[in-house]
């Protein structure tokens, strides 16, 4: 469900993200050790900003932006943190990136600034909001250059858990004119348990004694034509 930034600030200000683990999401870091991750990197919704840190340390060019002040924040210490000053971060609109000429060209679509694109949960927070949805998606097509690849790690509503868990159907109607869906799987992704999702429908996942949990989740490869 799409949300201000006032109630992202306040999940990271208040750290009662269940996503913010304290390390890359396992998914991701096998999708880069697997070859899936080429060129210039956007990660849109970057959050705590564990994969633009491990990409950056990698050696990739990347840029992680949100749409909350306070999760970029979060990210820029948590990079020092890690030793990863140089890890690059802004706020930013994902369902308007077109607007932006060092990431879309101008006019908007002309020269689109990234290869791969690795959306971490980021997807999923739209749900069945189509005008959202459809937005995003363009704004996805109007920076990833053509032939560049669009990761997707999105909650899966195929079990129980936690967040806004959508269907493979979704994501395969979304992605259509424009793109090409060369693969969606099942995969996992790990979070953590805390107050915004406690009330949840929770009780049947395996939590760790640490409260991590791996809910089901889909993972999309999409190649922008």
Known sequence: MTRPADFWNTVYDNDTAPWVIGEPQPAIVALERAGGITGRVLDPGCGAGEHTILL????????GIDMSPSAVAYARANAAEQGVPNAAFEVADALALGDRPDFAGDPPGSAPAFDTIV???LFHVFGTEDEARAAYVRSLHAVCKPGGTVHVLALSDVEPGFGPRISDTLIRDSFRDGWALEELRPARYRGRITDL???EDTQDLDVSASGRVDAAAW???IRRL
């Open 119 to 121: 959306d971490s949960a």
């Open 197 to 199: 999702v406690a009330q």
């Open 219 to 221: 993972l999309a490869r």
């Open 56 to 63: 950056t340390r990698l050696g990739y060019d990347v840029r």
